[in-house]
């Protein structure tokens, strides 16, 4: 199994000199096995330069899975060039309950208004499919499970398994506890985070929201954003192998991402910790 960062920016895309080596964009993931159609998560601005690698490659489907509809994990889906490929196949999920649902939520951005197409303007044959936090579905050899995060709106993130190989996506969200309290405390976990570490064990590799430091977050409480200190002791509780550090707030540089790294190099108890970079794969085999 294989991922790679294609947007790894939060809010609001940021290109410039100042951000160059860890990328502007937004959210963005893939991740494949080998010979298989990939499946995607999110389509921020990092989706389009995705798209155009994926129709240099021989699968002609995709799954594409949005965690929420949140202009910076959706901005790029118009931009994303399989839907404009007549043989190609997209298969587009987000949480909710009627596959209906996840095309009007799509549709409120094609509409000829906030861009110039319409929904029945893509040439691209796309099935829309509503998913539900802890109904797994199975794309392929993947086992994708979602899980619910804590944002204003709602938001799910995304446990993938396949190739013997576990993955896992959660932004945007808060922490699960309140300051003081459950992990956020540096206690012992509740019952929201005791699922979500169930869901996540031993997984080997995590990317999760960490737009804030701890002390923005205290600030920002109800922004639904995570911090670092949270995020590593969240990973620590499943025994994750790595933690990608993710949704980069727009005003860190590349000088303060590398401080960001710096301060993590030596991981968090046995989890190793990596700041998320555009276009960085991360090999899951070695
Ligand atoms: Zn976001
Ligand atoms: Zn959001």
């Not at 798209?51 to 118009?78: A, M, Q, Y």
């Not at 398994?161 to 459950?182: C, F, H, I, N, Q």
């Not at 169930?198 to 977050?217: H, Q």
Request: aromatic share 10%; glycine share 12%.
């Amino acid at each position: 199994m294989r991922v790679r960062f294609w947007g790894v920016r939060g809010s609001i895309p940021v290109p410039g000199p100042d951000t160059a080596r860890y990328g502007g964009n937004t959210s963005c993931l893939e991740v494949q096995l080998p010979g298989e159609a990939p499946c995607v998560f999110d389509a921020g601005t990092g989706a389009r330069a995705l798209g155009i690698e994926l129709l240099r490659r021989p699968e002609r489907s995709v799954n594409l899975f949005f965690t929420h509809f949140h202009l910076d994990h959706l901005f790029g889906f118009p931009f994303f060039s399989p839907l404009f490929a007549p043989s190609y196949r997209l298969n587009v999920a987000a949480p909710g309950f009627a596959a209906e649902a996840t095309r009007e939520r799509v549709g409120r951005y094609l509409n000829g208004v906030l861009h110039p197409l319409r929904m029945s303007d893509l040439p691209a044959p796309v099935d829309y499919e509503a998913v539900r936090p802890g109904v797994a579905v199975i794309k392929g050899n993947y086992s994708i499970t979602p899980v619910q995060l804590n944002h204003p709106g709602g938001a799910c993130g995304y446990v993938i398994e396949g190739g013997g190989k576990k993955v896992a996506y959660l932004t945007d969200t808060s922490p699960l506890s309140r300051p003081g309290e459950g992990l956020a405390g540096g206690g012992a976990p509740n019952s929201r985070e005791v699922a979500l570490a169930k869901a996540l064990r031993g997984a080997d590799l995590v990317a999760v929201d960490t737009m804030f430091t701890e002390d923005e977050y205290f600030e920002k409480m109800t922004w639904g954003h995570g911090y670092p200190e949270y995020a590593a002791a969240l990973c620590r509780e499943a025994e994750v192998k790595r933690l990608a550090l993710f949704h980069h707030s727009p005003d860190a540089t590349d000088a303060d991402l590398d401080r960001l790294g710096e301060r993590w190099a030596e991981g968090y108890h046995g989890v190793r910790v990596v700041v998320a970079r555009e276009g960085a794969d991360v090999d899951l085999e070695g």
